[in-house]
């Protein structure tokens, strides 16, 4: 599931592969997938404009709508948002040939386009999304859109007294409320574990109770976790060997000391830890 080292790494696949180039036409292949908009209001919102700036907060990213250069004085056309739900993710193709896809794994099936931008230089930008709970719509502007959601500081980019203090004001089990948007945004389950597997902290203790000397660890790991993510463009095979989340399969072993992993839901999510190591 893309959770932001993921997302941060569509971003910048954007970025690199879908700015600036005039959109021709746009398909929707399936609109169940549009949110609060449809295939002819996306025509006209995107047909003659070009994709011009990203911005990404948590797991959410927008594309800004601009003007071609040659007619800077139209007014702003708002934004497309983009939410990659539980398989979500993008490619770029030319000539009918996958060029690449967001993970750079050129192995991941090209099936599951539900929406395609056709470019003027000739390329196609595809969204994907196998199990439909992703969606892609427009808004008007930006703040609004990341205020409505009530998301917290970005948790590439929260500050450590931020962190801290909204952990220490926290009622509940630490790992739901690292996973909770409005506490930081962008840390879902699997990075959720790893950063506390890493801090050497129980997923089930008491978030306010964790000492300030524990509570800044855990604000390092988080970042610190993300920012390897973030790195490696979210290619896990490629995080180093002491990460657990290589071991996310039932015979899981502690990869620091060869400890069974205990597989136990909190906060309604499948959480794997080390209970020796994890106190
Ligand atoms: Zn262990």
Redesign the pocket.
């Known amino acids: 599931m893309p959770e932001l080292p993921e997302v941060e790494t569509f971003r910048r696949f954007t970025e690199r592969y879908a700015l600036h180039s005039p959109v021709t036409d746009i398909r929707v292949f399936r609109p169940k997938i549009l949110e609060n908009t449809t295939e002819a209001a996306l025509q006209e919102a995107l047909t003659g404009r070009c994709l011009g700036e990203t911005r990404r907060v948590g797991k959410h990213l927008l594309v800004k709508i601009a003007p071609l250069p040659k007619i800077e004085s139209e007014p702003q056309a708002g934004w497309l948002f983009l939410h990659f739900g539980m398989t979500g993710y993008l490619s770029f193709e030319r000539d009918g040939q996958t060029v690449v896809n967001a993970y750079g794994n050129p192995a991941l099936p090209q099936a599951h386009i539900r929406v395609q931008l056709v470019l003027a230089d000739g390329g196609l930008f595809n969204f994907h999304e196998q199990r439909m709970f992703g969606k892609l719509g427009l808004t008007a502007d930006a703040d609004r859109y990341f205020e409505a959601r009530k998301l917290g500081p970005d948790a590439l980019n929260v500050d450590r007294e931020t962190f801290v203090t909204a952990l220490q004001k926290r009622k509940g089990q630490l790992k739901p409320a690292l996973m909770d948007q409005s506490l930081v945004a962008g840390v879902g389950n699997v990075y959720a574990d790893e950063a506390l597997y890493q801090s050497g902290l129980h997923p089930g203790r008491q978030a306010c109770g964790l000492s300030a000397k524990e509570a800044k660890a855990l604000h390092q790991q988080v970042v610190d976790v993300l920012q390897r993510t973030v790195d490696v463009a979210a290619d896990r095979d490629h995080l180093p060997a002491h990460y657990m989340l290589h071991q996310r399969h039932p015979k899981a072993v ?1 990869p ?2 060869g ?1 069974p992993l205990h597989i136990a839901p909190f906060g309604g999510r499948t959480t794997y830890f ?1 209970s ?2 994890q106190a």
């Open positions: 502690c620091k000391a400890h080390c020796v190591c």
